[in-house]
Each structure stands twice: as C-alpha cells, then as structure tokens.
C-alpha cells in the first residue's frame, strides 16, 4: 500500500527566510504524482505545486519550489521568502489512482 | 470553469440522529469524487470514492455510507451518528481518467456530535 510521511508534525520560520519542509512516500509504482496541498486556518485545501515521477526536473510555482528523490522518495518543499500568509498546514499527497495523504506540517511564520 | 460545492458548512447533531452532508460539482461531466474525513490536527483520511452513477468504493468499514444519485452529486449519510463520528469532512473532485492533476476540495464541513 502507498503511504506517505511527513515526519514534522510542526515547522517555524522567520518573514523572509526559507523554509523546507520534508515528504517521503512509499510505492512500487514508476509512473504517479505528487502534490503540495496548503491548509490555511479557513480549512480550505489549496494545491501549492504538483510534480509528474517521469520528470526530472523540479517543479517551481514563484516562491514555491521541490526536491525530487525519486530513488530515495523524497518530495520536499520549499517556500523561499517565506510570508505571513504562507502559514498553514501542509500536506504532501501522492496519486497513483486515488490520492494518498500524510498527516500533515504545520508551518508558522514570525514576523 | 469548475465549481463544487458543498453544504452544510457547519454542524451540529446529537448522538444517534441521522446524517445528510451533500457535494455538487458543476462545469464538468463525469467526475470522480471523495469524500475524506480530517480529525482536528490530522491529515485526510478517505472514506469513499466515486467513479460514476451508484458507483461507490468504500475505504474503511464505518458508520457512514456514500451515494451518487446524481453525475455531479455525491451524498455522505449515516442512520444514527456516533460521537466519534465528528470531524471535518472534505469532498472533493477529479477529472475522470486524469491522474495528472490534483484534486478541487469543497470548503467543508465541521461536524461536531454531542
């Protein structure tokens, strides 16, 4: 069975520094998909960057950027000058058929 | 464009009343849908999925079931609710056969049972 861990439960990060938050899956699968879904206090899930496994290049969205292992299935995030809206929760979700998530970082951000 | 909702957004409901939270999803034919359920402080956890008419997968045996009478409308239930029942539920939509692209998420719903 896929599973995916995210193995900080809580993040903090200083306005303006950068952050990386970490992801690790499990599957025997070649072919699938990883994603980045945002949860601010609202509750509303946001999809932050979304990575294909058959490409090797990084996937970036602005400020939003990942480091793609494949071979050691690691799928970090990182948030470059980080921002007070930035804090929420984040999850690392991985989709061969229907989508897998962890449980979850939460990232504060200090003014 | 694409738009799903889902109501109510909020509610409450004692022990061992039944359960009706409701997703539509509008500007698309055909969709997948999900329902997941986030306890406080946890990630998602799924609880059905749906590729068609009538068509539901369940992911754990629990309290609740799932319809879809309706292409675009996906229904969580329950006959009598349990306290552990309360949460947050999400539900969500995909395009059919497009792995590629992640998920829209409803707003969702908090519901406590007291």
């Known amino acids: 069975a896929q599973t995916v861990t995210q193995s900080q439960p809580e993040m903090s990060v200083q306005e303006a520094e950068t952050v990386t938050l970490s992801c690790t899956y499990d599957?025997?699968?070649?072919?699938?998909?990883l994603f980045w879904y945002k949860q601010p206090p609202s509750r509303q899930m946001i999809l932050v960057i979304r990575?294909?496994?058959?490409?090797?290049q990084n996937a970036t969205e602005n400020r939003f950027s990942v480091n793609f292992q494949k071979a050691a299935k690691s799928f970090s995030l990182k948030i470059s000058d980080s921002q007070l809206g930035d804090a929420a929760m984040y999850f690392c979700?991985?989709?061969?058929?229907?989508?897998?998530f962890g449980a979850g970082t939460r990232l504060t951000v200090k003014p | 464009s694409q738009t799903i909702h889902q109501w109510p957004a909020t509610l409450v409901q004692p022990v061992g009343s039944p359960l009706s939270l409701e997703c539509t999803v509008e500007?698309?034919?055909?969709?997948?849908l999900y329902w997941y359920r986030q306890a406080a402080g946890r990630g998602l956890q799924l609880l059905f999925y749906?590729?068609?008419?009538?068509?539901i997968s369940s992911e754990v045996p629990q309290n609740l079931s799932a319809s879809r009478p309706q292409d675009r409308q996906f229904i969580l239930s329950s006959k009598k609710l349990l306290l552990s029942d309360s949460g947050f539920y999400l539900c969500?939509?995909?395009?059919?056969?497009?792995?590629?692209?992640?998920?829209?998420f409803g707003s969702g719903t908090r519901l406590t049972v007291v």
């Open positions: 979700a991985y989709r061969y058929n229907d989508m897998r």
């Open positions: 599957t025997s699968e070649s072919d699938y998909y």
């Open positions: 969500a939509w995909s395009y059919w056969q497009v792995v590629g692209v992640g998920y829209t």
């Open positions: 500007g698309t034919s055909n969709p997948n």
């Open positions: 990575q294909e496994a058959y490409k090797q």
């Open positions: 749906s590729v068609g008419i009538g068509q």
